[in-house]
């Protein structure tokens, strides 16, 4: 299989065309092997319209999804972003190609260690992965310039808002354990939020002490 073939008509059939014209994501997308984050025997299916299974009971992320999150966060290369879940660590992969510096959290140790690796492997050393409860937030690098949830949450937690800087994008699927809604938090100059509603998404549990419990 041409996995840069199959990269390319990914970005352009599923990205593209769904109206992500974000320029700097696209070409961040068309950059990074996604088969890579993936198990072997799955490579294949790697750019694939739909989300994967990672192990744990986790997944990556539909291509789109990925992309439109991406998007919503504005980066423009020089800030400091933190992500809650690392999962395979593709998501991490395209934010440390457009941001300075990427924090992210993983609470499940076997697959912080293989994104880690991963992303050694591509030469991707602004990112730094911590093992721990990411409905905390990381409070000793913040304030962060955008922070990108990637796991349905029950509401928006006030720990990550308040490690937002002024200006800062929160990106976050919100809802019930079956359906979310893509919610965008913007924080002004006076400390204020505004939310913003993208589109109805469906996501893993966000678990941890201001997300959902564990089962």
Known sequence: MNFDIARKRMVENQIIARGVSDRRVIEAMLKIPRHLFVEEAMAAQAYNDNPLPIGERQTISQPYMVALMTELLQLNGK???????TGSG???AILAVLAERVCTMERIRPLALKARKVLDSLGLLNVNIKIDDGTCGWEAEAPFDAILVTAG????????????AVGGRLVIPVGDQQSQTLVRVVKSDEGTCTVEDSIGCRF???????GWESE
């Open 79 to 85: 800030e400091k972003v933190l992500e809650i879940g």
């Open 153 to 164: 949450a029950p509401d928006i937690p006030a720990r990550l808002v308040g490690q937002l």
């Open 204 to 210: 893993v549990k966000l678990i941890g002490k201001f």
């Open 90 to 92: 593709y998501q991490a």
